[in-house]
């Protein structure tokens, strides 16, 4: 600072509230860094109704995807308040990749729970997370997992979204017929206009995240769609589309559809049994939190917030509102919501505090009353994003420690196993064992964490108990 400069005293309530001077910043930026990050997650207000509204329970009950589209859109607006008014960083919430595919595909297909069964899943998880953050185990919890495993898990959660994607976009299907467990397209061919466009918006969604586009996903998802609409209002059911894909609604905006607000139950317990019911809770608070406090350091990183040894500020409140948005997201039945990787597409646009939180929930609070859009998507524009999400999780996979075979080789099997089981729990299952007898067999007792031997165990339970 130059000689007898003062430092600029604040001005207006917003700057003394949220501190812009002190961080060098002011309220233009703010608002556009946090239309920014809304921009480059807004996809989740239509890929994850998409995701859960697409599967029947065992009674044969499916979600209503417009009511999804709002409990969505509510949870994300809640949470990403809370965190820029309580937490002052510019993080936002949403329903989390991955974790509503373990829901849908995973609790709901696999096992057969209810709909109001698997939320009970995901609000007992998120209390379970809220009550390690309370009482400091949080961090424990972290740190007995090792770094390649917990690679390994995000890399297994973006290979199992690129199958959904690919699945639910026809790319590949299952042959019964066939000693080849899947087949490309419908018995080996691809055929029709959906397949191609799901091909088109794949590598048109690419192209936007190699030009490092803001909103490349909804940008994609946006102009899919429109080609999808454009196709069957021209060639109607010659277009290729099922009946229930692209409905155009009779408006574009309705009064919010709160139908799936406080749909949940602990039936579960009950459904699974009480070793699988907590194997089942525990693998999904594995899912869970072990991405938060990389995503709120990477975010720190650009919005330059850490401290000299990379520590943020108020991590407890920083996890409380993460944890507690687990609750709410299972509570208002739009699945566990979790801190975007995305927000740091907010910081590199110059936020750097809680007001840009602020805006990105504010309009995600807009996207309320936009319900009767979520049938309009088709799943080959979900299924492109799916695919293109996949890859951005599967980054990390060059870090892992490849040299040495007692951490790769859980690591891989962990990413592997995920995907062709189609079940999260399994993937964790396996690194889990693999890793402690691995370490075992090889005398390095110490690298296992107490806490590590013990998920081993209950592993090898569940395992052998089916």
């Known amino acids: 600072m130059p000689p007898n400069t003062q430092p600029t005293a604040p001005t207006g309530a917003l700057d003394r509230f949220f501190g812009l001077t002190a961080r060098g910043t002011t309220v233009r930026r703010e608002i556009l860094a946090g239309a920014t990050t809304f921009v480059t997650m807004a996809y989740i207000v239509f890929v994850n109704p998409a995701i859960l509204g697409g599967v029947a329970d065992a009674t044969g009950a499916k979600l209503s995807q417009p009511a999804l589209l709002t409990s969505t859109a509510l949870v994300a607006a809640l949470m990403t308040l809370a ?254 919501a979790t801190t975007y990787a995305e927000s740091a597409a907010g910081a590199a646009a110059g936020g750097r505090t809680g007001l840009t939180s602020v805006v990105t929930g504010a309009l995600f609070a807009l996207c309320l009353f936009i319900s009767p859009l979520a049938g309009v998507v088709p799943p080959q524009a979900t299924g492109a994003v799916l695919v293109l999400v996949g890859f951005l999780m599967m980054r990390d996979v060059g870090a892992l420690p490849w040299e040495d075979p007692t951490e790769a080789i859980p690591a891989f099997l962990t990413f592997t196993v995920m995907p062709f089981t189609y079940s999260i729990t399994n993937g964790i299952g396996a690194g889990f064992v693999s890793f402690v007898l691995l370490k075992l067999l090889r005398g390095r007792v110490r690298d296992i964490h107490p806490l590590m031997a013990g998920a081993a165990v209950a592993f090898l339970v569940y395992f052998a108990i089916g």
């Open 83 to 336: 965190m820029g008014v309580f937490a002052n960083l510019p993080l936002a919430l949403a329903a989390g990749m991955g974790l509503n595919s373990v829901v849908a595909f995973q609790l709901v297909a696999a096992r057969g729970l209810t709909w109001p069964q698997a939320m009970g899943v995901i609000v007992a998880e998120g209390l379970v997370i809220t009550t390690l953050v309370a009482t400091g185990l949080r961090q424990a919890v972290v740190r007995a997992v090792p770094l390649s495993m917990k690679r390994a898990i995000g890399i297994g959660i973006g290979l199992f979204l690129a199958i959904i994607g690919f699945v639910d976009a026809g790319f590949i299907s299952r042959n019964v017929a066939d000693p080849v467990p899947v087949a490309l397209g419908q018995a080996g061919h691809l055929r029709g206009f959906p397949i191609v466009l799901f091909a088109l918006t794949l590598v048109f969604a690419g192209w936007l995240v190699a030009r490092n586009a803001r909103g490349a996903l909804l940008i994609a998802l946006g102009a899919s769609t429109a080609v999808a609409i454009a196709a069957k209002a021209m060639f109607g059911a010659a277009a290729g589309f099922k009946p229930w894909e692209v409905v155009l609604p009779t408006s574009p905006v309705a009064l919010p559809n709160f139908g799936q607000l406080g749909h949940f139950d602990f039936g579960f317990i009950q459904a699974l049994g009480g070793a699988s019911a907590a194997l089942v809770v525990f693998s999904l608070m594995l899912s869970d939190f072990f991405d938060t406090v990389g995503t709120v350091v990477a975010v720190g990183q650009e919005a330059k917030y850490l401290d000299e040894k990379g520590n943020f500020p108020r991590p407890g409140t920083v996890l409380l509102i993460d944890s507690l948005a687990a609750v709410v997201g299972g509570a208002s039945g739009s699945s566990s």
